[in-house]
T-cell receptor
């Protein structure tokens, strides 16, 4: 059974710092991997989606990488801002499956 | 256009009661998903609809949970004889055709069972 782990569970950084969030998974038979942002009381906002054939995706200050062979993905956030404070979730779509497998999330706080 | 909407946003009920949670998907999306998110955890899959039929209900925890989508649009998640352990945020998502299509999530319904 696929297991998705995110480390750290919580992270506090001062504004302006670059940071890396980690996601690891046990079954590399995935179709794609997605990073979401979740704000309190809100739904999930998709940030980046990486297909299994890709190594990374970039959007603005965000860069996500995927290494299927090692079962790892990272989300890099450059020049963090207080508005980046949220919970970040990684989710996998396994080959042949319909539903997403989610990690437990990393709660990020960016201190002004 | 409008995104996925869910009602109510919050629901408080007593142990043993019956509850219904509603999801309005994006218009035209044939695939609809229900997930459950417990405190401090990531969302966990419950059930997937393709059109009117439940294509995969392997995530439903027990027979107290049931979901319908009679006209292939709005879906209702029904929980009988609620237990305190059912307290969670219930998220709904829809996608154009299912499979590898991007899933769009609603804001969720926070269910509290006292």
């Amino acid at each position: 059974k696929q297991e998705v782990t995110q480390i750290p569970a919580a992270l506090s950084v001062p504004e302006g710092e670059n940071l890396v969030l980690n996601c690891s998974f046990t079954d590399s038979a995935i179709y794609n991997l997605q990073w979401f942002r979740q704000d309190p009381g809100k739904g999930l906002t998709s940030l980046l989606l990486i297909q299994s054939s890709q190594r990374e995706q970039t959007s603005g200050r965000l860069n996500a990488s995927l290494d299927k062979s090692s079962g790892r993905s990272t989300l890099y956030i450059a020049a963090s801002q207080p508005g980046d404070s949220a919970t970040y979730l990684c989710a996998l779509l396994q080959t042949g499956a319909n539903n997403l497998f989610f990690g437990t999330g990393t709660r990020l706080t960016v201190i002004p | 256009g409008a995104g996925v909407s869910q009602t109510p946003s919050n629901k408080v009920t007593e142990k043993g009661k019956y509850v219904e949670l509603r999801c309005d998907p994006i218009s035209g999306h044939t695939a609809l998903y229900w997930y459950r998110q417990s405190l401090g955890q990531g969302p966990e899959f419950l059930i997937y609809f393709q059109g009117t039929g439940a294509a995969d209900d392997s995530g439903l925890p027990n027979d107290r949970f049931f979901a319908v989508r009679p006209e292939g649009s709005v879906s209702t998640l029904k929980i009988q004889r609620t237990e305190r352990g059912d307290s969670a945020v219930y998220l709904c998502a829809s996608s154009p055709g299912g499979g590898v299509d991007t899933q769009y999530f609603g804001p969720g319904t926070r269910l509290t069972v006292l």
